[in-house]
């Protein structure tokens, strides 16, 4: 099933900037929050954070926006 664009260029500039946002987050907390310590926790947030953000980076590039695919009106 091809992606359908469903989102303008506002909300392809929203979702990009949210994706490099959240990447930068997920770093930041892989290297100065988890790494280092024992805990799976952190590491599964942070690894959380950065399939979040590669995920809005790929809405954005493509066009297409999940929420709105499954019917769910956004603003922008």
Do not use: H, Q
């Not at 952190?42 to 690894?47: D, E, N, T």
Request: aromatic share 12%; glycine share 10%.
């Amino acid at each position: 099933m091809p992606l359908t664009c469903n989102i303008d260029a506002r909300g392809k500039a929203a979702r990009l900037i949210y994706g490099i946002i959240l990447l930068a987050i997920a770093g930041w907390l892989a290297y100065w929050w988890a790494m280092g310590s024992d805990s799976a926790v952190r590491w599964v947030v942070a690894i959380a954070c950065a399939m979040a953000g590669a995920f809005g980076i790929f809405e954005a590039r493509a066009g297409w926006c999940i929420v709105r695919a499954i019917g769910v009106k956004t603003p922008m």
